[in-house]
């Protein structure tokens, strides 16, 4: 084994070729180098989804170490949205690290994380007097709104949705829906959580009144408003399928809150920063949260995350009750002032709207030829479809799996998810060009007319 220590040398960012090349089959031998020493050096718990070596990446691809270049629908989830290597993002971090990398802002003071909570106080929905608190993770952003809200209401009730997804952490594990493969064997869960059903039109067939109704009777009957500290939802729905709830229904339940004094946490850590086609997709209702989590686009994929909210709320924590070593950090500040830079001022919210148009386009035309695609639904670079067995409408997670496969073996990484693991999601980075997200999605589709 080598102990040198290898830097890249590989330069990415959007000056990589733009391209669709694959020049070994992959994975390819030095990718597969890689992952037989990380399956001796990493516990088999950590997967990897897409079996390559990652030397660089930028635009809309990802190279590899055989040299391979792939198209990227995936942004590392939803992180690198305003594309890897952003030059405004290098720019930011190399002089940042140059100058100091730490002081832990509980300890010492500085600028930019002072200037992320000012720009996340200025963008989040509403003009209400706002403060924000940076954390590392989403997980740690939604285990902080929920201490906040309990500090705030003096109650203990968290009430989640079906299909949700907050994080790996003990309580975001509670509060996540899905067993496999994020739960199990993990308990005990923390308490205090308690579970609704969401607004799911491709499968409840309800309009937003009657699925908030429903939801809101099952707490009143079973939490209790008096006991309820937080709702705690995601406005499009992120590992649980990208379910968009059906109008009205994100409205009613922030009434509820507000009319009962239960503080509406919206979880935009995937949804949040242009990806849905507005800055939040909390606007796309006008929908004022009373506490917002933001993490994955935040930062160009540094290792950032914000809770932000009312500033009575957020407040009511004792000094010292929020924190943490790391949190907030002088690389990840810098490099998120320079990405919410290119999200107001590079037109990144129309430039999710065109994607949103490219790929729905292509997924309905698609649908009317196979009726396999139950569902095609999202918003701006968020989008999916749902793939369904025609005759049953059961999910068909087999197909989900063999379609992406294929995707990869063509050199284009699309992602599933949902809690039937039938959805493929797409989630450029917006920073893809047209011609390049037309052909990785005609790749995929391509992947299911042969599947
Ligand atoms: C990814 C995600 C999280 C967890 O974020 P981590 O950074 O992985 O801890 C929480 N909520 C939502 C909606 C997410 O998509």
Known sequence: MSSTVVHPT???????????????????????????????AVPSGVGVAVPIAVVAAGGGVVVDADGNSLIDLGSGIAVTSVGNAHPGVVAAVTAQAAAFTHTCFTIAAYDGYVAVAEALNRLTPGDHDKRTALFNSGAEAVENAVKVARSHTGRQAVVVFDHAYHGRTNLTLALTAKNQPYKSGFGPFAPEVYRVPMSYPFRDGLSGAEAAKRAITQIEKQVGAENTAAVLIEPIQGEGGFVVPAPGFLPAIAAWARANDVVFIADEVQTGFART????????????????????????????????????????????????????????????????????????????????????????LAQQEDPRIGDVRGRGAMLAMELVDPVTGDPDPALTGRVVRYAFEHGVIALTAGTYGNVVRFLPPLSIDDALLSEGLGVVLEGLALA
């Open 10 to 40: 590989t330069t990415g960012g959007p000056g990589l070729p733009q391209e669709r090349r694959l020049v070994t089959p992959v994975p390819g031998p030095r990718s597969t180098e890689l992952l037989a020493r990380k399956a001796a």
């Open 277 to 364: 086609g507005a800055m939040f997709a909390s606007d796309h209702e006008g929908v004022v949260p009373d506490i917002v989590t933001t993490a994955k686009g935040i930062a160009g994929g540094l290792p950032l995350s914000a809770v932000t909210g009312r500033a009575e709320i957020m407040d009511a924590p004792q000094v010292g009750g929020l924190g943490g070593t790391y949190a907030g950090n002088p690389l990840a500040c810098a490099a998120a002032l320079a990405a919410i830079d290119a999200f107001e001022h590079d037109g990144l919210v129309e430039r999710a709207r065109a994607i949103e148009t490219i790929v729905l386009d292509a997924l309905r």
